[in-house]
């Protein structure tokens, strides 16, 4: 069994990011794990007025081969 690719087209918000096909849309990270670690992330992002982290543009974490990378980003910043 392989626990690093899942995904979810009942969702209805699927596909909530675009410029990624579906068949390799990754929906293992739905609630991306980098978002934490704010500006350090690696992502694409920006902060609106309220300086809320807005991560619409950014499609790392549903990337079919992100999974190495974002463990590897999580382990190295603990």
């Given at each position: 069994m392989?626990?690093?690719?899942?995904?979810?087209?009942?969702?209805?918000?699927?596909?909530?990011?675009?410029g990624i096909p579906k068949d390799s849309f990754n929906?293992?990270?739905?609630?991306?794990p980098l978002y934490p670690l704010g500006d350090?992330?690696?992502g694409v992002f920006s902060?609106?007025?309220e300086g809320i982290k807005d991560c619409s543009a950014c499609a790392?974490?549903?990337?079919?081969?992100s999974y190495e990378m974002i463990i590897k980003c999580l382990k190295e910043k603990n």
């Open positions: 392989n626990c690093k690719y899942f995904v979810n087209t009942d969702c209805e918000y699927f596909p909530c990011h675009t929906c293992l990270f739905c609630y991306c350090k992330c690696g902060f609106d007025a790392i974490p549903h990337e079919k081969d």
